[in-house]
């Protein structure tokens, strides 16, 4: 059976971590306290989002969304943030959330899909973000539509991770979840390495942000 070789961070944590200095350090214990960057919170509203509107539109006509059926028709602009909207397009949400959702749950929802984007997307400082992250989990475990109330239970469950973000003023991991994605790819493109030291140089060789990349030229 071929060994399974150690991910690459684990031979250069060690070093790395002994040369940090203690801001950084204190840095990196409260990052590593985070499960979820901010992409992962939002994509949870986006996701009771469709679910809701899926449910409604079951409810209302007893079937999936046709491409004529008015909550059907604004799925994409649901998932847009409201300073994203022009005028128009606000408008055609507002038709059709008139027409599909007589009982209003989809709006309610969408009402708290924003809100739970706001944390992150305002334009508001830091400290007026951190008290609305702090009314969104409190206030979202109560909330009657049930979906909306699960993605509630699952921000309070997670709550220390959640407002880590505005004790590291906002850092997030994306950076090393990209890095990561390299490194996965190249090995599963190469199948495995028998070697850990020809694993180690192909992975900092992908990873390392060197290599060129091809730019898309412009079709005349």
């Not at 306290?33 to 409604?56: A, I, M, S, Y």
């Not at 028709?73 to 005028?87: F, M, N, S, V």
């Not at 009982?103 to 708290?112: K, R």
């Amino acid at each position: 059976m071929r060994p399974r070789c150690p991910p690459v961070c684990c031979w250069t944590r060690r070093r790395h971590w002994s040369r940090a200095s203690p801001a950084s350090r204190t840095t990196w214990k409260a990052l590593s306290r985070r499960r979820d960057n901010h992409f992962h919170v939002v994509k949870l509203g986006t996701q009771v989002v469709d679910e809701v509107r899926r449910r409604v539109q079951q409810e209302q006509l007893g079937r999936r969304g046709h491409k004529n059926d008015p909550l059907y028709k604004i799925r994409g602009l649901l998932r847009h943030g409201l300073e994203h909207l022009t005028e128009r397009q606000h408008t055609r949400l507002q038709a059709g959330l008139i027409v599909g959702d007589p009982d209003g749950e989809v709006e309610l929802t969408w009402s708290c899909y924003q809100q739970l984007r706001a944390i992150y997307a305002g334009t508001a400082s830091l400290r007026e973000r951190r008290a609305l992250a702090e009314k969104v989990i409190a206030s979202f475990p109560t909330c009657p539509i049930p979906d909306v109330a699960r993605l509630g239970r699952t921000l309070r469950l997670w709550r220390s991770q959640v407002l880590a973000y505005f004790d590291t003023d906002g850092l997030s991991n994306g950076g090393t979840e990209a890095i990561n994605m390299l490194i996965e790819k190249a090995r599963r493109l190469a199948h495995g390495y028998r070697n850990f030291e020809n694993y180690r140089l192909r992975m900092l060789l992908a990873a390392s942000g060197t290599r060129g990349r091809r730019v898309r030229t412009a079709t005349p």
